[in-house]
């Protein structure tokens, strides 16, 4: 023939290693993330993870920057777990496991953006102590730094633990706005109406994210973590 197109030929050829960059890129994030779980429990940190757990009467460790991060390796190793489950089906759904191979990455970025925030943030505060002992700042500007460093360093922690549910501040946002709607209407007027309501809004998100809309809501002073206690208790117990 006369005349052949082979621009196809260059398509394919650049396609089948774009798919095999890909596959290795996963590859490479799934063997991290296997070892961060496995140096998890192997260096002790997950023993220790419970028992501060244990003794944590005042809330002070579950706030930590500790604890963030013990807490998404966790949710690192449930997702491995799922991963692995949906491997290892005959009939494997090759889009499930991009699902899995995409939170996975995403928790193990985040994890390594919020070490490094935190090493950041932590030299940014001694920094702000050094000022104040030589002077160059007053006690009330360094409260200011410190309150405004530690506002940066709470975002940080809440962008990890939104990663691990797969959430993002836009998500966050919506959810808790309707929700703390709801709860000033509860507040107000402990009606059926409004009670049915944040039942049916819990009850439409996974459970992981149902807790941590709540644990905000407690956080930020919108409800008593009774009130949290009897919504996870009544709405959540089937879920």
Not at 28 to 57: L, P, Q, T, W
Not at 150 to 162: I, L, P, S, V, W
Not at 167 to 176: A, K, P
Not at 177 to 185: E, G, P, S, T, V
Request: hydrophobic fraction near 30%; charge should be negative.
């Amino acid at each position: 023939m006369w005349f052949e197109d082979n621009s196809q030929d260059g398509w394919d050829g650049k396609h089948a290693d774009m798919e095999e960059l890909k596959e290795k890129s996963s590859e490479d994030f799934i063997n991290k993330a296997r070892e961060i779980v496995d140096d998890f429990h192997s260096s002790g940190a997950f023993d220790e993870h419970e028992k501060n757990k244990r003794i944590d009467e005042h809330c002070e460790y579950r706030t930590s920057s500790d604890n963030r991060i013990a807490e998404q390796i966790l949710q690192l190793e449930k997702v491995l777990e799922e991963y692995d489950q949906a491997y290892s089906d005959p009939y494997r759904d090759f889009v499930e496991l991009d699902v899995y191979v995409s939170r996975i990455k995403l928790i193990v970025e985040s994890l390594d953006e919020y070490r490094s925030k935190l090493d950041y943030y932590e030299k940014k505060e001694r920094t702000i102590h050094d000022l104040y002992d030589s002077g160059k700042i007053s006690g009330q500007e360094m409260d200011d730094r410190l309150t405004e460093t530690g506002f940066r360093k709470q975002r940080a922690g809440t962008r990890t633990e939104m990663a691990g549910l797969g959430m993002t501040y836009d998500d966050l946002g919506e959810i808790s706005d309707r929700f703390n709607h709801l709860a000033i209407d509860f507040q107000i007027d402990d009606n059926g109406d409004t009670r049915h309501k944040i039942f049916l809004l819990l009850r439409s998100m996974d459970r992981d994210k149902a807790i941590y809309i709540l644990e905000q809501a407690v956080m930020d002073g919108m409800i008593s973590q009774s009130t949290a206690d009897y919504l996870i208790e009544h709405t959540l117990r089937s879920h």
